[in-house]
């Protein structure tokens, strides 16, 4: 089994920026594409940005120019910057293995001022 752990969440303002870190426990990221999805209350979860074992990257209309998925192979982690964030991006935010149910924890991000 593969574990997931996210961190880097938090409160931040309008206009702020976050860098979330999604870790792995097994080097096995590396043969899988990785995502980040997101979840706000009553609303179901969607997709943020995804990359695959190739480096192709995969973004939500929303997050597209403001937001960037990146991957540490040596380091076993999965990163998203959030620039430019709004009100609306607050939700958790959840790293996913694969294309499976295979999840982490999930880490609070609260825009607002």
């Known amino acids: 089994q593969v574990q997931l752990v996210e961190s880097g969440g938090g409160l931040v303002q309008p206009g702020g920026s976050l860098n979330l870190s999604c870790a792995t426990s097994e080097s096995s990221f590396s043969i899988a594409t990785m995502g980040w999805y997101r979840q706000a209350p009553g609303k179901q979860r969607d997709l943020v940005a995804s990359?695959?074992?190739?480096?192709?990257?995969n973004y939500a209309d929303f997050a597209k120019g403001r937001f960037t998925i990146s991957r540490d192979v040596p380091k076993n982690t999965v990163y998203l910057q959030m620039n430019s964030l709004r009100p609306e991006d607050t939700a958790v935010y959840y790293c996913r293995y694969g294309l499976g149910d295979r999840w982490g924890q999930g880490t609070q991000v609260t825009v607002s001022s």
């Open positions: 990359i695959t074992v190739l480096g192709r990257t």
